[in-house]
C-alpha cells in the first residue's frame, strides 16, 4: 500500500511543500521532495511534469526531458507533456525532435493559437518557411485578434519574396494593436524595399513616437530619408544612432556616404575612419573611403588596408578590393601583391 496515497492530506501537503520550496528559489529541495511522492506513486504523470519542470529551472535539460519521458509513459493523452517535452528539446538544440514533440501535442489538442504560432517560430527556426506561414495562417484562423502572428506571417512572406503580402500582414497586425513597434518597424523595412520611402518614413517615425530610442529605428529612418533625398534629415537620423549607441560601424558607413552626397569630403572621411576604428575588417568603409582617397595620401587607409589583409587574407583575390588597392599608388599595389603571391604558394 502507498505510503501516501494520491487522495490523502499528507499527499497534499508534501506536494504543497514542494511548491513553496520552488517559490522560494530552494529548488534542488523541491526535487528531493518531488522525487519522493514519484517513488510511491510512479504512475501520476503529474509529478514527472512537476519534476521536469523543477529540473529545467535548474538547466538539468537531460534530466527534465527523461521525466517528460516518464510522464508520457503514464499517459501519453495529455498535450502539455508532449508540448512541454518540445520545450526541453528545444532548448537542448534538438529542433527535429522539438517538432515531433509539438505536432503530437497539437494533434491531441488543436485548438490554441498560441500554441500555432510557437509552432510556427519553431519550424521558422528550422527553415521550413512554408510549414511556418501554414502554422502561423493556423493561429489566426483560431484567433483573428493576434497581431504577433500577423506580424510572424509579414515577416516570413517577406523572406518569401512576396512584399505586398507582407505589407498586408503588418497593417493587419497594426489593426489588433497599433502600437506595436516591431511591426511600424517591419513595415518601414518593406515599404522600402518597394521604394515607398515616404511610406517607410511615416513607419519609422510612428515607431520612433513608441519608443524615442529604437536604434535600429533610428538607422533605417535615416536609410530611408536618405533615398528620398533628405541628406540633412538622414545625417540627424544617423547622428541620433551614434548618440544613443556605440559599436555600429555601418551608422557611419552611412552617415559617410551621406556627406559624400554633399560634398563634405573631410566629414565623410572621418566616419569612415569612425567605422574602421570601430571594425578594420568593414571592407565597404575601406573600399568607400579609398574611393575619395584616390590622388591622396592617406597612410591611415593603407594601415587599415594591409590590417584587414592580414586579418582576411582572401581578400587579394577580390577584384573589387584589388581595385582599391590600385587606386591607393603602384607602390602600395605592389607590396599588396607580393602578399597576395605569398597567399597564392
Known amino acids: 500500500m502507498d505510503p501516501f496515497p494520491i487522495n490523502s492530506t499528507q499527499f497534499h501537503d508534501k506536494l504543497q511543500h514542494a511548491e513553496l520550496l520552488?517559490?522560494?528559489?530552494?529548488?534542488?529541495?523541491?526535487?528531493?521532495?518531488?522525487?519522493?511522492?514519484?517513488?510511491?506513486?510512479?504512475?501520476?504523470?503529474?509529478?514527472?511534469?512537476?519534476?521536469?519542470?523543477?529540473?529545467?529551472?535548474?538547466?538539468?535539460?537531460?534530466?527534465?526531458?527523461?521525466?517528460?519521458?516518464?510522464?508520457?509513459?503514464?499517459?501519453?493523452?495529455?498535450?502539455?507533456?508532449?508540448?512541454?517535452?518540445?520545450?526541453?528539446?528545444?532548448?537542448?538544440?534538438?529542433?527535429?525532435?522539438?517538432?515531433?514533440?509539438?505536432?503530437?501535442?497539437?494533434?491531441?489538442?488543436p485548438a490554441d493559437p498560441l500554441r500555432h504560432y510557437e509552432y510556427g517560430n519553431l519550424l521558422m527556426q528550422m527553415g521550413c518557411l512554408d510549414d511556418a506561414i501554414a502554422a502561423q495562417i493556423q493561429a489566426i484562423d483560431l484567433k483573428h485578434d493576434f497581431p504577433e502572428a500577423y506580424n510572424n506571417l509579414g515577416n516570413y512572406m517577406r523572406q518569401k519574396g512576396d512584399l505586398i503580402a507582407a505589407i498586408s500582414c503588418y497593417h493587419k497586425a497594426l489593426e489588433f494593436n497599433p502600437a506595436f513597434l516591431d511591426v511600424h518597424n517591419n513595415l518601414g523595412n518593406t515599404l522600402h524595399a518597394v521604394g515607398d520611402y515616404c511610406g517607410a518614413i511615416r513607419s519609422y517615425e510612428q515607431a520612433l513616437r513608441q519608443d524615442p530610442g529604437a536604434v535600429d529605428v533610428h538607422f533605417n529612418l535615416g536609410n530611408s530619408l536618405r533615398q528620398k533625398g533628405d541628406i540633412k534629415g538622414a545625417i540627424a537620423a544617423y547622428k541620433k544612432v551614434i548618440e544613443l549607441t556605440t559599436g555600429f560601424p555601418e551608422v557611419y558607413?552611412?552617415?559617410?556616404?551621406?556627406?559624400?552626397?554633399?560634398?563634405e569630403f573631410s566629414s565623410a572621411a572621418e566616419s569612415y575612419l569612425a567605422a574602421l576604428d570601430i571594425d578594420q575588417r568593414h571592407i565597404l568603409s575601406i573600399r568607400n573611403f579609398a574611393c575619395i582617397a584616390k590622388g591622396k595620401d592617406y597612410e591611415r587607409l593603407k594601415q587599415l588596408i594591409s590590417a584587414a589583409i592580414y586579418h582576411m587574407p582572401e581578400l587579394i583575390l577580390d577584384l573589387d578590393f584589388v581595385e582599391t588597392v590600385a587606386s591607393l599608388g603602384g607602390e602600395f599595389a605592389a607590396e599588396i601583391l607580393q602578399c597576395k603571391e605569398l597567399c597564392d604558394a
Do not use: T
Open 22 to 109: 520552488v517559490k522560494e528559489g530552494r529548488l534542488a529541495q523541491a526535487e528531493i521532495v518531488v522525487e519522493g511522492l514519484v517513488s510511491v506513486q510512479p504512475a501520476n504523470h503529474v509529478l514527472y511534469c512537476k519534476l521536469a519542470a523543477i529540473c529545467l529551472m535548474q538547466s538539468k535539460l537531460n534530466e527534465a526531458i527523461y521525466h517528460y519521458k516518464s510522464a508520457i509513459a503514464c499517459n501519453d493523452k495529455v498535450p502539455d507533456s508532449h508540448w512541454y517535452l518540445g520545450s526541453a528539446y528545444r532548448q537542448a538544440g534538438d529542433l527535429r525532435a522539438a517538432a515531433d514533440c509539438c505536432r503530437e501535442a497539437l494533434i491531441l489538442d
Open 253 to 263: 558607413n552611412n552617415l559617410a556616404n551621406a556627406y559624400e552626397i554633399l560634398g
